[in-house]
């Protein structure tokens, strides 16, 4: 070996001594080098590359196996720097087996730790023109190159281990593909020709028009992984990147054009190599094993190709893993849907086979990775198979199955698994595909109206799947949608078409008029923000609508968001669909955390899916043979196996349902107690007593505009306003994230204009909790809602009540008072945001009352007396804080803004108005009240566990509060349990003795209110 290396230093120092070289330069004496020191080591040396794109320099091969890869830099360039660039990062996650050189020192690095460091000679050695090598030094060298080159694959038997080296390829495959398409993007400008990535862009793009490049390399990453993954379930010998293709479907244009690209020899070769150390992965593998063991789990509601996808998604990107109801819904679920429907077809439409039947067609409009129609395949089979009719099932799957069932999908790998996974159950039935045969799923977005271009431009196969899916989507009769649709709160489907179907309605087949979501009874919806309607659940459950209307009859089964069965901005839509249909059937699976659901026994309820959002079971039925309309409901509620339990032991035919009689102008899909319905609509309404209201602030970037220390805001906001960082620079500097909509640079550039010296006639005080008031910046430029309509009459003396319409922790506490401006979540509710009303309104020439003045009138008449706004305002705070009023119109209190009873009795009135009025001045702290709790031992003072025990509110492991009774340790105002909130917000501060003092009269403030509230109850109120 001592000789090998000096033969190699003499190259070396021959081209160096020459001083005309690059890094390129050396790579010959290096593979010199290397195949003198073992005749059975060989490397491939990867084409020059362009600039950020490819792979590493060399691929190493121990005979014909490949064992890693070799990276070259310049001659005695700093490879401790090298290994800090984002390049070598990328190639250490990704790659197990790597060495890197600067053709003086060999670092290897062994699943990203470096294994040997190893200075071979050093620059100065061939300014000497001699080279002195130790012993010592040709043994960590020679150990360095034998434990390279002796490195193997190591046999995957684990999901999990397969999961992990998968994606962490899938990983920088992403990465290349991304470079690959931004240096495409360049060669289009200079009139090059790209590459065949470019065309899966273009053909994204014509789903997706505003698709990000980053997101369409990730889903070109995903396609290529997985797809290679089943591939190989399928190959029963080594699998290669030009053979891939032929265990893919090929009767799919989009699936068979993908995996032909990666096959030929135009395929970027910067790319290829991590393909193809995909390939030498799933090689490594032992799949059968794999998918027996994921198989053995447990888990019975999941078939193993995707349960391995999650274990996939879990390593790649956990976030994508989060949204995995856009891909996976659970096989009870689909059970319950499936089987259910099947039987309606039976019962309701005279088809005897039910879905086997060939007249029935069916649409899964958010297919994903195919589980509807897994089930409902295995469903359809399973009827001829039990009514004795195997004979005709290769004919049922050819001309019904393959004929009639189609499937919409807009992410290319869920479609992509559809296809496989579907494929696999058919062959599994011993069906044998013919060249054209091809399952009715499509590459489109169901909620557009899709454009055919000139298949020249763009992708053919993608703009073919176009046009046949929009045939489907607007032409072709359809008898069942059933499926799981996206829930997107902010949906990213805007277009004409659904937008109109949404808002202007359509024609019924039957001639009769739908009017849309946007009205009720005639009238407009008049919602202030009624953007829950442009959820995207929301979307497909009235394209589904329309499908059926269009049809005449039939049928829709879905899961989804279960916010429009009583949420009073989904009265039009349930209004509309009790118009289309003639059952509806809601099995309520709840779940939803974010209103902290719990089973009626105070046990604990679970969702099915791993969301925060409950869920609920929709199945619509449009049948002129049924002539009076009904809606049944029914609850499940329970822990995710109990859930999954019964879904699979029931259809909605097994299920105790509950008839439910929605009544205008609400239409609740819910039971509702209305006995007390006619009595409470005769109360005013706060809106109908303060006619100006409005929500309350909304910042979007608490930390960076509101803070507990004046000084530290003004300085913060001086620091925003002088600062001359870039405006990614600035939104990492001043932790602030991105906001579709808001400019950090246009912000920036508002603050220009004010000096330095008028920065805090911008900062006020704001009610941010209960009795917690900070101070914010309150300009345009950097708070997302101002709402200067209704907080500029704050911003002198004045009196706010603070209520919500909607309320989703089951109790009615959302009543609080402010002299201030306040912040939108100041009393929390999951359903909605804080609402404020001031009492007084303020113009450059007068005050006056926020009071409707024929209201006001007609109380002064009511009691023969002149009232003040006060009266009425602190009568109103009194009503709210009664603790038999909260319960007996608890169920109307849920969904809209309360009503306010007035007593008959004028000296009733003005009790109740003072007793109002104490709880404003308490509740504002005007008052200091005596305190028996204590706080009396001496410590750190900073918060920074919260928890309560007997009587006592610890703040750290020395700290705590003593003599705070159970009842008012538990005080809710809204959602927030006001003593611990008001410390958690404190977390890792040090309270002050200000602090303290405040805290302990919070305290007393709440034993106040209590008694008061016991006081209000005395009185008859109505």
């Known amino acids: 070996m001592e000789k090998d290396i000096k033969n190699y230093f003499k190259e070396v120092y021959s081209i160096y001594s020459q001083g005309d070289y690059t890094e390129w330069t050396y790579r010959t004496p290096f593979e010199n080098l290397i195949k003198g020191l073992n005749p059975d080591y060989n490397l491939t040396q990867e084409p020059k590359r362009a600039a950020g794109l490819g792979a ?71 300014d000497k023109r001699n080279l002195s090598i130790s012993k010592e030094k040709i043994e960590t060298f020679a150990s360095l190159i034998n434990e390279f080159f002796e490195y193997k694959l190591p046999t995957i038997v684990l999901a999990e281990e397969l999961a992990v080296e998968l994606s962490k390829r899938a990983k920088l495959l992403k990465e290349l593909a991304k470079d690959q398409l931004l240096n495409d993007l360049e060669k289009i400008k200079n009139n090059e020709s790209p590459s065949s990535i470019y065309d899966f862009y273009l053909g994204i793009k014509e789903l997706i028009k505003d698709v990000k490049l980053e997101d369409c390399a990730d889903a070109y990453a995903q396609t ?97 893993r989060k949204h995995l109801g856009v891909y996976y819904t659970p096989r009870p679920v689909v059970n319950f849907i499936v089987n259910s429907v099947h039987s309606i077809l039976k019962k309701h439409f005279d088809k005897s086979l039910g879905l086997a039947d060939d007249s029935v067609n069916v649409l899964d409009p958010a297919i994903g990775t195919g589980t509807f129609f897994w089930i409902t395949f295995l469903v359809a089979l399973g009827e001829l198979k039990n009514q004795g009719l195997r004979g005709i099932i290769f004919d049922k799957i050819e001309n019904h199955l393959l004929k009639h069932f189609y499937g919409f999908e807009i992410l290319i790998t869920p479609y992509v698994i559809s296809h496989l996974k579907i494929t696999d159950l058919l062959q599994r039935w011993h069906y044998r595909f013919k060249d054209d045969d091809r399952i009715q799923v499509y590459l489109t977005n169901t909620l557009e109206q899709s454009e055919v271009h000139d298949p020249l431009l763009f992708m053919r196969e993608i ?138 026994d105070g046990s604990k309820d679970e969702n099915v899916f791993d969301i925060q959002q409950g869920v609920a079971i929709g199945i619509f039925i449009k049948n002129k043979n049924l002539r009076e309309k009904k809606i049944y409901y029914t609850d499940l509620w329970g822990l995710r196996e109990d859930k999954y339990h019964w879904l699979d032991r029931h259809t909605i035919d097994n299920v105790n349902w509950q008839e439910v009689k929605p009544i205008s102008p609400f239409y609740f899909f819910v039971p509702k107690d209305t006995t007390l319905e006619e009595e409470y609509n005769k109360f005013w309404k706060v809106t109908d007593i303060f006619p100006l209201n409005g929500v309350g602030m909304t910042t979007a970037r608490d930390n960076f505009v509101i803070d507990m220390d004046k000084s530290k805001l003004e300085e913060r906001m001086r620091r925003f306003k002088h600062s001359d960082n870039s405006d990614e620079e600035l939104h990492s500097s001043f932790n602030i994230r991105k906001k579709k909509g808001w400019s950090i640079r246009k912000a920036w550039n508002m603050l220009q204009p004010i000096s330095d010296s008028d920065l805090k006639k911008y900062i006020k005080p704001v009610f941010y909790r209960p009795f917690d008031v900070q101070w914010i910046f309150w300009h345009d430029s950097v708070v997302w809602r101002t709402v200067k309509r209704v907080m500029k009459h704050m911003l002198k003396e004045n009196l706010g009540l603070i209520t919500v319409r909607q309320v989703a922790e089951g109790i009615f506490n959302h009543a609080y008072v402010t002299n201030t401006i306040i912040e939108s979540r100041i009393t929390l509710s999951n359903k909605g945001i804080a609402f404020l009303f001031p009492l007084y309104l303020y113009s450059d020439f007068e005050k006056k009352a926020n009071i409707d003045p024929n209201i006001y009138k007609t109380l002064s008449e009511k009691y023969n007396k002149e009232l003040t706004p006060e009266d009425i305002f602190y009568y109103i705070y009194a009503i709210l804080y009664s603790p038999t009023y909260r319960k007996r119109y608890e169920e109307f209190l849920q969904y809209d803004f309360p009503r306010i009873p007035f007593v008959d009795d004028y000296e009733d009135f003005t009790k109740l108005a003072e007793l109002g009025k104490e709880l404003v001045e308490l509740h504002l702290m005007r008052k200091r009240l005596p305190t028996s709790v204590k706080f009396d031992v001496i410590g750190s003072n900073i918060v920074e566990k919260v928890k309560y025990e007997n009587g006592k509110v610890w703040i750290n492991k020395e700290q705590y509060f003593d003599g705070v009774p159970g009842e008012i340790w538990n005080f809710y105002i809204g959602g927030y349990q006001v003593l611990d909130k008001w410390l958690k917000s404190r977390k890792n501060r040090k309270l002050e003795s200000k602090d303290i003092e405040q805290f302990l009269q919070i305290v007393e403030i709440i034993r106040e209110t209590i008694r008061l509230m016991k006081e209000i109850d005395k009185f008859n109120i109505p």
């Open 224 to 320: 290529i992984t997985y797809g290679l993954f089943l591939a190989k379930k399928s190959c029963r010998g080594k699998l290669d990147r030009r053979t891939a293709s032929y265990y893919i479907p090929r009767n799919v244009g989009v699936i068979k054009r993908i995996f032909l690209n990666i096959s030929g020899e135009e395929f970027p070769p910067n790319i290829s190599w991590i393909v193809d150390d995909i390939i030498d992965i799933l090689n490594a593998a032992k799949l059968d094993e794999i998918l027996i063991k994921i198989d053995k789990r447990g888990k019975k509601d999941k078939d193993p190709i995707i349960f391995f996808y999650e274990d996939f998604l879990n390593y790649y990107e956990p976030e994508k």
């Open 463 to 600: 703009t073919e799947e176009s046009r046949i899916a929009n045939q489907i989507k607007t032409e072709k009769p359809i008898l069942v949608v059933m499926g799981n649709p996206p829930y997107s709160g902010i949906s990213v489907n805007k277009g004409k078409w659904i937008d109109d179907l949404l808002k202007k309605g359509y024609i019924r087949a039957d001639g009769s008029k739908d009017d849309g979501y946007y009205k009720v009874d005639g009238k407009p919806l008049d919602e202030k923000n009624p953007k829950w309607l442009q959820d995207d659940y929301v979307k497909f459950i009235r394209y589904a609508q329309w499908k059926i209307d269009q049809n005449g009859e039939g049928v829709v089964g879905f899961i989804t968001n279960h916010s429009y069965l009583d949420n009073p901005t989904f009265r039009g839509m349930r209004e509309s669909l009790l118009q289309s249909f003639d059952r509806i059937f809601i099995l309520n699976l709840h779940g939803n955390s974010l209103k902290k659901e719990k089973c009626p």
């Open 56 to 126: 590493p320099d060399f691929k190493a091969f121990y005979n014909n196996r490949k064992i890693g890869f070799i990276e070259t830099k310049d001659l005695g360039e700093n490879l401790d720097k090298i290994l800090e660039t984002d390049q070598l990062k990328k190639y250490i996650e990704s790659i197990d087996n790597l060495i890197l050189t600067n053709y003086l020192q060999f670092v290897l690095i062994r699943k990203g730790r470096k294994v040997y460091d190893c200075d071979l000679f050093m620059l100065s050695d061939l």
